[in-house]
């Protein structure tokens, strides 16, 4: 892949990098573009290996996800459990606060 191919990737794509780094990152639109960046700059250095430009897209997403999953076990960034203060102002006829509180103490048990 030639630099000219290379920036034709980064104009079309990057929206949709961006998009899977947002789900990525828990909705940090600053972690997910610094995710985006780094996967880029990979991809520019390693662009002599890339010999099917169709592929490239994919091969984008993978060092996207292999980046992200780095930064999810270095810092732990695990969701952190909301407790019940963060829900005291809601309205709730239905009982959905306390089934997701349930929800998010269950998960917590779960291992990593």
């Known amino acids: 892949m030639n630099v000219t191919e290379y920036e034709q990737f980064v104009r079309a794509h990057t929206g949709r990098l961006l998009r899977l780094a947002m ?4 909705r940090d639109r600053a ?3 610094d995710l985006v960046q780094e996967t880029l700059l990979t991809l520019f250095k390693q662009r002599w290996r890339i010999r099917d430009v169709n592929a ?3 091969y984008a997403r993978r060092i996207l996800v ?4 780095r930064v999810w ?5 695990a969701p952190a459990i909301p407790d019940a203060e963060a829900y005291a102002g809601a309205a709730d006829e239905s ?11 269950a998960l ?3 291992p990593r």
């Open 23 to 26: 789900c990525l990152s828990q």
């Open 31 to 33: 972690a997910a573009e």
């Open 56 to 58: 490239i897209h994919a």
């Open 66 to 69: 292999r980046k992200a999953s």
């Open 73 to 77: 076990s270095r810092r732990s960034l």
């Open 95 to 105: 009982g959905q606060t306390a089934l997701a509180l349930d929800m998010w103490r």
């Open 108 to 110: 917590a048990t779960l």
